[in-house]
């Protein structure tokens, strides 16, 4: 106590670096050193209760205090169980946008300091649907590295990976971290229909994570089986604005198909095949690569008496895999080439199917021209985004086809070679040399052409 006297006597004729004028964060940063841990706490423990709905404090200039605990955690947050106790106990009573982001981030801070003990203190709960400790559940299943750390140490110790056997459905833990660590267990797959809940759950964490699991569990052709009944979240899943989640449902997608027998598989092979082309361009190599992947496989699968319902899809696929013959990733291109040879097979093409597997692309986009004249309206309108595309083969494969397709087009009146001289013009102004010259080079031959055309018609 004397101690304590002495040291907040000398605080009197400190120079603090604060002023009245500073926030509250600063204040917190220059006065926190002149505090005894217990001090620290309980300033922690205020601005908690600070931050409820009911609360007449201020709650920037609670979080202000928390924003500086969380820039010197190991400083600040010295008592886990005690803050932890406080934000369970607050947390049901904090609802405003600002106060509950700021809670959020002490959480996360929190649980990275968390004990083993002190996660089995907060596995041990059994909460209903909306309660706190299930809120708490969900901002820590939200973070990957937080819940990367808690899955570990339930994985790492028996009695903690047991103790936890009966969450509610929505957030079964246990269940969760053997998804993580694919330890699936026989019993959890008796039923596969109860992972609907996560397939379906708001948090794109939990949907990761059983998705995850399945990739595991469907390599075995049994288990890729039973999780059939699993096809339409999985399917909804590739529509999941997270990248990761659309990734991992391709793959089990995959294996999925890959071991259903072709009677059950034709019937979503159908389904799939169109929700599979806009990935075909997707920023993401690996999601290019394995959606390209997958459709040769989907196409693979389908019956022959339901191939007149594939058709169409399968024609709208050639084109994109053509032009990603020439994609930068290597794995990409050479999944285009091998799926556009699976196609041309579907079709009957022999020569797309022999330019394909050796690799002749110049000479794709001629045949497939040539093939079937009747699409090459289509075909122009198809290439057209490629114009756009960030890798500049793509672009140059675009502007390339657009000039040979253009010789093909039934109607060469001079509406339709404006009509497509319009559509190159921006390429004219490429960022890189070789587009640009061969736009204008393309542009130039188009019109040549068409006035001998022209001249041609007028000679008696």
């Known amino acids: 106590m004397l101690y304590y006297a002495v040291r907040h006597k000398k605080l009197e004729y400190a120079k603090l670096p604060f002023s009245t ?78 106060a509950r982001q700021c809670l ?28 706190t400790d299930l809120a708490m559940w969900e901002v820590i299943l939200a973070m990957p590295q937080t819940l990367e750390r808690v899955l570990n140490i339930m994985m790492q110790d028996l009695p ?31 039923n596969p229909v109860h992972l609907q809940s996560y397939l379906r759950h708001p948090r794109p964490m939990m949907r990761f994570l059983v998705l995850k699991g399945l990739c595991t569990v469907s390599e075995s052709p049994e288990k890729a089986r039973e999780i059939q009944v699993l096809l339409p979240d999985i399917l909804e899943a590739l529509q999941d604005t997270n990248t990761d989640v659309v990734l991992k449902a391709l ?12 009677r059950k598989a034709s019937g979503p092979a159908l389904q799939l095949a169109e929700k599979l082309l806009p990935f075909f361009d997707h920023e ?30 399968v024609h709208r696929s050639l084109l994109p895999l053509y ?27 022999k020569e797309l199917k022999r330019l394909a597997q050796t690799e002749q692309t110049w000479r794709i986009g001629e045949c497939l021209l040539q093939q079937d004249r009747g699409r090459v309206e289509e075909y122009l309108q198809q290439s057209q985004p490629y114009l756009q595309a960030t ?24 509406e339709k070679l404006n ?25 130039l031959i188009l019109t040549s052409r068409h006035k001998q055309l022209l001249h041609s018609d007028s000679v008696p």
């Open 419 to 443: 009509e497509i001289l319009s559509v190159l013009q921006p390429s004219e102004k490429d960022p890189e040399p070789m587009v640009r010259s061969l736009a204008v080079q393309t542009t």
């Open 160 to 190: 903690l990976r047991n103790w936890c056997t009966a969450v509610t459905k929505d957030t079964c833990i246990r269940r969760l971290a053997m998804l993580a660590q694919n330890h699936i267990s026989e019993e959890d797959f008796v």
């Open 251 to 262: 793959l089990v997608l995959k294996n999925v198909m890959a071991h259903v027998e072709r």
């Open 104 to 131: 959020d981030s002490l959480l996360l801070q929190m649980t990275k300091k968390m004990s083993r003990e002190e996660v089995k203190n907060l596995l041990q709960f059994s909460p209903p649907r909306d309660s």
């Open 391 to 414: 890798q500049t083969d793509l672009r140059l494969e675009a502007v390339r086809f657009i000039g040979l397709a253009a010789r093909y087009c039934e109607d060469q009146s001079e």
């Open 323 to 349: 032009f990603h013959m020439r994609d930068q990733s290597e794995s990409v291109a050479k999944a285009s080439g091998e799926a556009l040879a699976v196609t041309a097979e579907f079709l009957r093409c």
């Open 21 to 98: 004028t500073s926030t509250p964060c600063e204040i917190a940063k220059g006065f926190g050193g002149h505090l005894f841990p217990d001090e620290r706490l309980d300033i922690i423990l205020t601005a908690l209760e600070a931050l409820q709905d009911s609360s007449i404090h201020d709650k920037q200039g609670a979080c202000s205090v928390l924003d500086a605990a969380l820039e010197d955690p190991f400083y600040w947050l010295k008592d886990v169980p005690k803050t932890m106790e406080c934000i369970r106990r607050n947390l049901g009573s904090i609802h405003t946008a600002l």
């Open 284 to 313: 993401s190599s690996h999601m290019r690569e394995h959606s390209i992947c997958l459709f040769q496989t989907v196409v693979e699968a389908v019956l022959r008496q339901r191939k007149k319902e594939m058709k169409r899809t």
